[in-house]
């Protein structure tokens, strides 16, 4: 099992997940708020082609995570599994476009991939992330969140790997004076975005026992730096052995192997 980043941030999240069995490749993609064409291109970069993914799972019906999901799912025929809130925000862009609706709770299978979403607290219609399991290996995805919860511990308890929010620095952003008071209020409020320190409590409240790799993901190029959030997530990461890695909004992160 592997997977690599096409780009997280504001301006746009893609995540490839891949796993294989026998000779048989099953790879998905996590969102696309990429368009048609960027997205084949990061694509590329990374080795595939839009006829390689098996499905796009989406998150939330925010432009950064859904920009491209729709145009490229019906370009290249690809099914697309989401919530009913989240169809429900999105659904006049859906038009000749396969889809699968999934729930907290209610695991998806995806050829070789077995999938559960669970909720998370942002503001969207009925957000989710994903755990998804390739038989050999775990990866839990974990942005988009305003604060930890005992059921998003739980759910991501056990995973090999972590692709985690660290959006912001609380002093970067209060800081800044481009971003209003409301617009403030919103990132670091409880249905928001992960601060590194939030980050770093949820890694070390989850089950640590198999982990060995955690992603810094969905960095605010305004409001946070790298060293930041490496920092942040360090402090918990250095006592258990796990490698830390960050992706960026151009370069994402490329290929982790898992097993």
């Known amino acids: 099992m592997k997977f690599a980043s096409l780009g997280s941030g504001s301006e746009g999240n893609a995540l490839l997940i891949?796993?294989?069995?026998?000779?048989?490749?099953?790879?998905?993609?996590?969102?696309?708020?990429?368009?048609?064409?960027?997205?084949?291109?990061?694509?590329?970069?990374?080795?595939?082609?839009?006829?390689?993914?098996?499905?796009?799972?989406?998150?939330?019906?925010?432009?950064?995570?859904?920009?491209?999901?729709?145009?490229?799912?019906?370009?290249?025929?690809?099914?697309?599994?989401?919530?009913?809130?989240?169809?429900?925000?999105?659904?006049?862009?859906?038009?000749?476009?396969a889809l699968h609706f999934c729930r907290d709770g209610e695991h998806i299978r995806i050829r070789d991939f077995e999938i559960r979403p669970y909720t998370v607290p942002h503001d969207a219609r009925e957000p989710v992330q994903y755990v998804l399991d390739g038989g050999t290996a775990k990866l839990g995805v974990l942005t988009d969140a305003g604060h930890g919860t005992p059921h998003m511990i739980d759910a991501l308890g056990g995973c090999t790997a972590l692709m985690l929010e660290c959006n912001h620095d609380p002093g970067m952003l209060a800081a800044n004076p481009r971003y209003p008071p409301s617009l403030k209020q919103r990132i670091s409020g409880d249905y928001g975005h992960l601060s590194n320190q939030a980050a770093a409590d949820i890694l070390d409240r989850v089950d640590k026992s198999k982990l060995g790799r955690v992603v810094a993901a969905h960095l605010s190029q305004k409001n946070n730096t790298p060293d930041l959030a490496r920092e942040a997530l360090e402090r918990i990461a250095q006592s258990a052995g796990i490698e830390i890695s960050i992706a960026c909004q151009e370069q994402g992160v490329g290929w982790i192997a898992l097993d």
């Open 18 to 97: 891949s796993t294989r069995s026998g000779m048989t490749e099953t790879t998905v993609m996590l969102d696309c708020g990429f368009g048609v064409r960027e997205a084949e291109r990061r694509l590329g970069r990374l080795g595939l082609a839009p006829s390689d993914l098996a499905g796009i799972l989406v998150t939330h019906e925010h432009h950064d995570h859904v920009g491209g999901v729709f145009q490229f799912a019906r370009r290249h025929r690809v099914p697309v599994w989401l919530t009913s809130g989240t169809w429900q925000s999105v659904a006049g862009r859906c038009d000749g476009v």
